[in-house]
């Protein structure tokens, strides 16, 4: 009996675990650009990345010549996350967590994370942002940066986001004020 075709998270799951070892090859050239483009790093960065595939933010911060104190990438795929502890974890901090974004499987308490970047992994119709942003201490953070693609043509930024460019097309890139003294201002828990 043939399998049903897999959806919703589980499906990207099974999808991204496919593709990992190509991921690079296949999609590198596409999210290159949207960093460099959207990312602002300090020379030192604590770097949050939500959906972090094989770990392009990562690299991408140290081609840069960023000192990354703490990168934590989360995905749901366990093959892309396997892709990024080989290239990346004999350095130490590069840590690959399997989870759900929408469902953070760390509490940022402290306010550890500079950076909070997620990058094409939510759409008009999939995952929380607005989630995400409440359990996050933002009190530290220099920057979050959060696209949305939305398959309509209009792509919209979760609460508490503002529009601050376009990625591509249907693809908008969202940012978190920042408070006067420097750290993002959270507008969902303050």
Same mark, same amino acid.
């Given at each position: 009996?043939?399998?049903?075709?897999?959806?919703?998270?589980?499906?990207?799951?099974?999808?991204?675990?496919?593709?990992?070892?190509?991921?690079? @090859? +296949? $999609?590198?050239?596409?999210?290159?650009?949207?960093? !460099?483009?959207?990312?602002?790093?300090? *020379?030192? &960065? =604590?770097?949050?990345?939500?959906?972090?595939?094989?770990?392009?933010?990562?690299?991408y911060?140290?081609?840069?010549?960023v000192?990354? @104190? +703490? $990168?934590?990438?989360?995905?749901l795929?366990?093959? !892309?996350?396997?892709?990024?502890?080989? *290239?990346? &974890? =004999?350095?130490?901090?590069?840590?690959?967590?399997?989870?759900?974004?929408?469902?953070?499987?760390?509490?940022?308490?402290?306010?550890?994370?500079?950076?909070?970047?997620?990058?094409?992994?939510?759409?008009?119709?999939?995952?929380n942002?607005?989630?995400?942003? =409440?359990?996050?201490?933002?009190?530290?953070?220099?920057?979050?940066?959060?696209?949305?693609?939305?398959?309509?043509g209009?792509?919209?930024?979760?609460?508490?986001?503002?529009?601050?460019?376009?990625?591509?097309?249907?693809?908008v890139?969202?940012?978190?004020?920042?408070?006067?003294?420097?750290?993002?201002?959270?507008?969902?828990?303050?």
């Open positions: 009996m043939e399998q049903p075709p897999a959806t919703g998270k589980y499906g990207v799951m099974v999808y991204y675990d496919t593709i990992a070892p190509s991921y690079r @090859e +296949l $999609y590198g050239a596409e999210q290159l650009p949207k960093y !460099s483009t959207s990312v602002r790093l300090s *020379r030192r &960065s =604590r770097i949050l990345d939500l959906g972090c595939g094989v770990g392009l933010l990562y690299e911060a140290v081609s840069l010549g000192e990354v @104190e +703490l $990168y934590v990438g989360i995905d795929s366990f093959e !892309s996350l396997r892709e990024l502890r080989a *290239r990346y &974890s =004999r350095e130490g901090l590069a840590e690959a967590v399997a989870g759900d974004i929408d469902r953070l499987p760390i509490r940022d308490g402290a306010g550890v994370f500079t950076n909070v970047y997620s990058f094409t992994v939510y759409t008009c119709g999939y995952g942002p607005e989630a995400v942003l =409440r359990v996050l201490n933002l009190s530290s953070t220099e920057e979050v940066a959060i696209s949305v693609l939305c398959s309509d209009e792509p919209r930024c979760p609460q508490g986001l503002s529009a601050a460019g376009e990625l591509g097309r249907a693809e890139l969202c940012k978190a004020v920042k408070k006067p003294g420097g750290a993002v201002a959270n507008p969902l828990t303050e």
